[in-house]
Antibody, heavy 120, light 110 residues
Framework: QVQLVESGGGVVQPGRSLRVSCAASGFNFSSHGMHWVRQAPGKGLEWVAVIWYDGRDTFYADSVKGRFTISRDNSKNTLYLQMNSLRVEDTGVYYC??????????????WGQGTTVIVS | QSVLTQPPSASGTPGQRVTISCSGGSSDIATNTVNWYQQLPGTAPKLLMYNNNQRPSGVPDRFSGSKSGTSASLAIGGLLSEDEADYYCAAWDDSLNTYVFGTGTNVAVL
């Protein structure tokens, strides 16, 4: 079955870096754009970044632009989010999600269970 | 970063119909498709509606979506206790080149 499993979350000090990963299975990973979405404790959903199916295009939320980098390895069916210069306000659950298309325009359908990042 | 505006809460008794609105602008809802996501307490979000009014496999037909101009709405007919959740609309924003979520609506079944 289609599955996304995030890993790599943890507690990190402000200003430090962390990389979270998302392992995909059960579908043709290289045919889908992939997103990261986060949710601060008790808050709503905030879109973070998207990468096209071939990695050629990426887009970011203003709140993370210049600090976070989304990437993918289609040979390993894995999505990454490199987070640098972390801030307290980056604390939350980070979800990876499969795009509904090869690009970025149509949102996402399948979500992982999330990995928790605490910046403190 | 722009967001789509939703009422913070909605409620109804079992069997009632509840409608949630989602207000956007000319660069998001007006020009791109709207999705709706359901988030049950303590769980990851789930796609509830895509392409404005299409239900993924397994979503009951009690749920329906519509879009007109810069607004969209989600209707839940025949409300059940299991529908208690947070609901988010979302769309791509062409001017910002970002995906934007609504502010979220918590639905309570009284």
């Amino acid at each position: 079955q289609v599955q996304l499993v995030e890993s790599g979350g943890g507690v990190v000090q402000p200003g430090r870096s962390l990389r979270v990963s998302c392992a995909a299975s059960g579908f043709n990973f290289s045919s889908h754009g992939m997103h990261w979405v986060r949710q601060a404790p008790g808050k709503g959903l905030e879109w973070v970044a998207v990468i096209w199916y071939d990695g050629r295009d990426t887009f970011y939320a203003d709140s993370v632009k210049g600090r976070f980098t989304i990437s993918r390895d289609n040979s390993k069916n894995t999505l990454y989010l490199q987070m640098n210069s972390l801030r307290v306000e980056d604390t939350g659950v980070y979800y990876c999600a499969r795009g509904l298309s090869r690009t970025s325009y149509y949102g996402m359908d399948v979500w992982g269970q999330g990995t928790t990042v605490i910046v403190s | 970063q722009s967001v789509l505006t939703q009422p913070p809460s909605a409620s109804g008794t079992p069997g009632q119909r509840v409608t949630i609105s989602c207000s956007g602008g000319s660069s998001d809802i007006a020009t791109n498709t709207v999705n709706w996501y359901q988030q049950l307490p303590g769980t990851a979000p789930k796609l509830l509606m895509y392409n404005n009014n299409q239900r993924p496999s397994g979503v009951p037909d009690r749920f329906s979506g519509s879009k007109s101009g810069t607004s969209a709405s989600l209707a839940i007919g025949g409300l059940l206790s299991e529908d208690e959740a947070d609901y988010y609309c979302a769309a791509w924003d062409d001017s910002l080149n970002t995906y934007v979520f609504g502010t979220g609506t918590n639905v309570a079944v009284l």
